[in-house]
């Protein structure tokens, strides 16, 4: 079986919630896939963790690397030099990923070879509720009107492999802070378009009590909608670089567990 896609998935101290992640990586329909899990240096048992929930998966299919420097994207750069897939795409730990998620996301690619990037919803209700329909709707009318903005977090999004690394990939000397997810689409937003469709999602985890250090202020998530495509630049290696930097909201602030009760 030829394996098409890589997913990445970065962890730092997961324990509790990695191997219900690996669990839903492991019953995907589609196969041709390789799991690389980044430890970026944890300190509890969540490798431990991730290994047990490996012992399973066929020879091959999964792989654990240990990457020290601290910050995902350190770990997501160390993870990109070893794919040799066309496509790759990044997880998230505390992420539950439907059976048919990387059969649609490579339907997806193929689907639309103009496409550099393919993303998926997030929901935090059941597929089918009222809620879950119109956050997809919402989502995919932000997709519409904004072409050229990321709309999904760092655990939704798949890429094409070759565009990714023409972009200069996962790097703290181009970005050293947290919205990574959405800079590294800026990049590749040069060479293509993203592509959202309706039944692609995943269920990320609302964990996080406080996000005023891993995310935008309004006026930060205001000017980047609304920004003209050509002071995109401008706007974050400028405006939005000096900012993070004054609030010291680097890329290893994401290690910081201020979580809600599971």
């Not at 998935?9 to 995907?28: K, M, R, V």
């Not at 041709?32 to 944890?42: C, I, P, T, V, Y």
């Not at 023409?166 to 378009?193: K, S």
Request: aromatic share 12%; charged share 25%; proline share 5%.
């Amino acid at each position: 079986m030829t394996m098409l896609l890589t997913m990445l998935l970065p962890f730092y101290n997961e324990e509790g919630w990695i191997g219900a992640t690996i669990d839903c990586l492991a019953a995907q329909r589609d196969r041709r896939f390789q799991l690389l899990l980044l430890d970026n240096g944890s300190t509890d048992g969540g490798r431990a963790e991730a290994e047990r929930h490996l012992a399973a998966w066929p020879a091959g299919a999964a792989a654990i690397l240990s990457v020290p420097n601290p910050g995902k994207v350190n770990a997501l750069s160390a993870g990109l030099s070893r794919v040799v897939t066309p496509f790759v795409a990044v997880c998230d730990a505390d992420t539950a990923y439907p059976p048919d998620y990387v059969g649609r996301c490579l339907d997806l690619f193929a689907a639309r070879p103009d496409v550099v990037a393919v993303m998926a919803i997030d929901l935090y209700d059941p597929v089918g509720s009222d809620a879950a329909r119109h956050r997809a709707a919402r989502i995919l009318n932000k997709a519409h009107l904004y072409r050229d903005r990321c709309h999904a977090g760092g655990y939704a999004q798949s890429f094409r492999t070759d565009a990714l690394r023409a972009v200069g990939g996962f790097d703290l000397r181009r970005w050293p802070f947290v919205l990574e997810d959405h800079e590294i689409v800026h990049r590749l937003h040069r060479l293509g378009a993203s592509l959202y469709d309706a039944q692609h999602y995943c269920h990320p985890s609302a964990r996080r009590a406080d996000r005023r250090r891993v995310s935008w202020t309004g006026f930060e998530r205001l000017l980047y909608r609304f920004m003209p495509r050509g002071l995109m630049d401008w706007f974050f290696y400028d405006f939005l670089w000096q900012r993070l930097e004054r609030r010291n909201a680097y890329s290893v602030a994401l290690r910081e567990k201020a979580w809600t009760t599971p």
